[in-house]
């Protein structure tokens, strides 16, 4: 039997931290992955690179920040030259797979909304810094699967040498699965139509009773199809990497059939409200004045203010969401242990970023920055590593890919920016602060320009800069572990600014790109 540890990496979307019942969740009810993390290790601080589905993706694979790695913001790809931690196991003769979600190129076919604003800004269309590689980046789009048949997926994929694709989100998801649901039923255009739904009393935007069946809706389907690819291509004698991603539980709040009923608004309450706040900043104003008004973001990705009721509602289906996904991981491990694989395999639980989901009376994520959208589940169980262990070392999405590396006893590549977090767990001597990237395409949420936040974040205090804006925010962790009281403006703490805005300033100096290596002396 192979020696080399066998990975399975599940990853869910918009999924925050303190959503798992092992997380402390007073409602929720999580027996597979809280399973996960009774055998193995919880990591109590883990945050995003970038607080965004496509940059922190990326910088799950190649371990770099967006700025470096290149996928600033969603709407971008990752450049076919970046190295990942997946290309590095397939080298060394792991064999790799994706069944689900994978985002780290555009899957829809829209023009970017900031593309006939810089052709008037230059008086016509303008060059990039960067030359075109001539690499086609629409793997991903809805194109590639519209005709008969499976789409003949090119690979390796940035390391992956098997894509199960699905694409989107929700009833609506794309990809392979699509294919695939075209040959299940002849209704499968009816049963995604945004307008076709089973009646039910709630009315939160974004709220679908979607009428498409648990057994053919894309959780299952990804569910089944990572058991099938156990079943039919894991090699006792050949080491693998899996990779499991689900679109859910982010928005629409459409869980299927059994689902819908698992939770009760009533069941839920708001840890944090808007008036709980003590200087709130004009982020959360922009959106409250809208909710007054009764006005709502133009896009279905936009975050915004809602009532209680409308979050209590998005609260009780996000945890059907979640309970799906608690099925599926069940059945996930259950098909390692029926082959003998379970105690060779590290399973891995995370997510790409949370949500706000009720933080200040807010839903979905945006500019303004929050423990909620940054903070996520990181669970690493692991049959060589000590069961039951909850960590607060602090652990970023860049920390991933060389902890995986350094687990299977494989060099990473040069310009690599992560931590192996094992080596940092058994020292006790982790990073003290971590930096976190928000980039975006355009204004959001009032802002005056598209955002370009830099967050230092630790134990003790949390700083976010927004260039272009005269205010900002400071906390106290330690003391104020909610963010509650924003200190940017009390003159008791100005030296202190000062202290956390060095600080800033030395960890972003630090993240230059140290790749490629110079080849000569000079």
Known sequence: MNRKPNFVMIVSDQQRADWLGCYGHPVLNTPHIDQLAAEGIRFEEFHTASPVCMPNRASILTG???????????????????????????????NTAAVGKSHLQPFTSNDAPFGPALEKKYNGPIAEAWKDDYKPYVHEEPSQYDGPGRYDFPTPYYGFDYIDMVTDHGDRAGGHYLQWLREQTPDWERLRDPKEQYEHSYTCPQAKRTKMPEEIYPTRYIENQAVEWINEKADPDEPFFLFVSFPDPHHPFNPPGKYWDR???????????ADDLEGPTPL???????????????????????????????????????DMIDDAVGSIAAALKAKGLDENTVIIYTADHGDYLGDANMLLKGPWMRKSIHRVPFIW?????????????????????????????????FGIQGRDLLAD???????????????????????????????????DWRLTLYPGEDWGELYHTAKDPLHLKNLWADPEYQLKKGELMEQLALEITATMDESPRAIRRA
């Not at 290149?70 to 080298?91: D, I, P």
């Not at 692991?382 to 602090?394: F, I, N, V, Y």
């Open 64 to 94: 770099r920040f967006p700025s470096v790695h290149g996928l600033k913001y969603n709407g971008c790809a990752l450049s076919s030259r970046a190295n990942t931690f997946v290309e590095v196991l397939s080298k060394s003769g792991y």
């Open 263 to 273: 939770y009760k608004p009533e069941q839920f309450d708001l840890e944090v409200r």
């Open 284 to 322: 959360l104003d922009f959106a409250r004045e809208r909710l007054e008004k009764g006005e709502y973001p133009n896009t279905p990705q936009e975050a915004f203010a809602a009532t209680e009721e409308h979050i209590k509602e998005a609260m009780a289906l996000t945890g059907g969401m979640i």
């Open 381 to 413: 169980r692991d049959p060589g590593e000590k069961a039951g262990t909850a960590t607060d070392q602090l652990g970023s999405a860049i920390d991933i890919g060389p902890t995986i590396l350094a687990r299977a006893g494989i060099s990473p590549y």
């Open 425 to 459: 767990v058994a020292s006790g001597d982790g990073r003290k602060q971590l930096l976190i990237e928000h980039n975006d395409n355009v204004p959001r949420m009032g802002l005056k320009r598209a955002s370009r936040s830099r967050t230092l974040y630790s134990h």
